[in-house]
């Protein structure tokens, strides 16, 4: 923990002051004179989608232990109310925290709070999402790639020749998580003119309930078998939607995207309901996020870390970890999840699947 803790330093009297400062050493977030252990804040948006507490977090964890055998790590979830988030964050400069690794609920109602923690010499790593204001580094993979690979299986599996006859409604994401408009982006730009667009949404909080009334509201609007593609910008807006479509009776399915590799979702493309996820592979993310973390709160330079550069909203350029997201469909289940363990084939292959799995090539 910092020994700089701004609020404490103003109380005291200007000798025990002076030592406190010297104690701090310069520039970073860190604790270069080894008086204590690091403490890294982690802050995560919210527990509507698994990722976040199922895979970053554990996975963060233990890259960060396993760099810094003696930092600590304060971890709080949002769970997507950007109040709570601006509460958790001020919590984090209060206690002096040395690093902050930041989901933002909301990357412009964050960027004081990001500012304030600058202004307290505290490092903020903005994670997936690209935080506004004076963030140290970012780590996070090409938005757009990650809509443009979820248009392109979009069409593909609608048929290619489609021509613009063919038509879809789009599930966006949370217009305040700054990826919804870049996933948004990348997939008009490979949609546009080759489908009709019937009905578009954007998803505050990414809530799947919201995405599964809005499908029922489309195909009402829409008419029943006048939909002939979803594109959802995840799973969870994907599981939402496919629910609608079966409570409504669509038969056979439209194609649906996704996004996130969610255990559900895998198991619905093996099943036939879901076409294809995006998978952003968690690990050399959270390697990346643990890294820039640990330098960040030793005070150390991030460039060693971040090759990429990035410039957020409200802040200079800053070095990055820009990686490349895959598409999985049936067919390549077993090359990227499993083979990089993020399930096994017992876990994807529950009893009812069984065909469905052995059919998919992964029994
Ligand atoms: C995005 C993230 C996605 C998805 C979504 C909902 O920012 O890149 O992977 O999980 O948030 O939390």
Redesign the pocket.
């Known amino acids: 923990m910092k020994t700089c803790m701004r609020h404490t330093a103003l109380a005291m009297t200007a000798l025990s002051t002076a030592v406190a400062l010297a104690a701090c050493g310069s520039g970073g977030g860190g604790d270069p004179d080894g008086g204590s252990s690091p403490t890294i804040g982690l802050l995560l948006?919210?527990a509507t989608?698994a990722?976040?507490e199922a895979q970053d977090r554990p996975l963060l964890e233990k890259e960060i232990k396993e760099l810094c055998g003696d930092c600590s790590i304060e971890h709080a979830n949002a769970k997507g109310d950007v109040a709570i988030q601006q509460e958790q964050m001020d919590s984090m400069i209060t206690k002096g925290v040395d690093a902050i690794v930041l989901v933002a609920v909301d990357a412009r109602s964050l960027a004081t709070e990001v500012r304030d923690a600058a202004e307290a010499n505290i490092p903020v790593i903005a994670y997936?999402?690209l935080a506004q204001g004076p963030i140290a580094g970012y780590v996070s993979f090409d938005g757009q790639e990650v809509g443009r690979l979820q248009g392109r299986a979009l069409l593909r599996a609608m048929g290619d020749d489609s021509a613009g006859s063919r038509q879809i409604v789009m599930m966006n994401?949370d217009p305040s998580?700054p990826?919804a408009a870049q996933f948004k982006k990348g997939a008009l730009s490979v949609l546009t003119g080759r489908v009709k667009i019937g009905k578009a949404y954007d998803t505050l909080q990414?809530r799947p309930e919201t995405a599964n009334m809005n499908m029922s509201g489309a195909l009402a609007a829409l008419g029943v078998g006048n939909i002939h593609g979803v594109y959802a910008a995840?799973d969870g807006l994907a599981s939402g939607s496919i629910s609608a479509l079966k409570a409504n009776k669509v038969q056979p399915l439209p194609p649906v995207t996704g996004?996130?590799a969610e255990l559900g979702a895998v198991q619905r493309i093996v099943g036939g309901d879901q076409y294809m996820t995006v998978y952003?592979p968690f690990g050399p993310e959270a390697s990346a996020g643990a890294a820039m973390a640990v330098a960040a709160a030793r005070g150390e330079a991030l460039d060693q870390v971040g090759k990429d550069t990035v410039r957020p909203i409200g802040g200079k350029q800053v070095p990055a970890v820009m990686l490349t997201p895959v598409a999985v469909t049936a067919g390549n289940i077993k090359g990227t999840l499993v083979k990089d363990g993020i399930y096994t084939v017992e876990q994807i292959c529950v009893p009812r699947l069984e065909t469905a799995c052995s059919k998919a090539g992964l029994t």
């Open positions: 948006p919210d989608t990722r976040w997936d999402r994401g998580d990826n990414w995840n996004q996130d952003k």
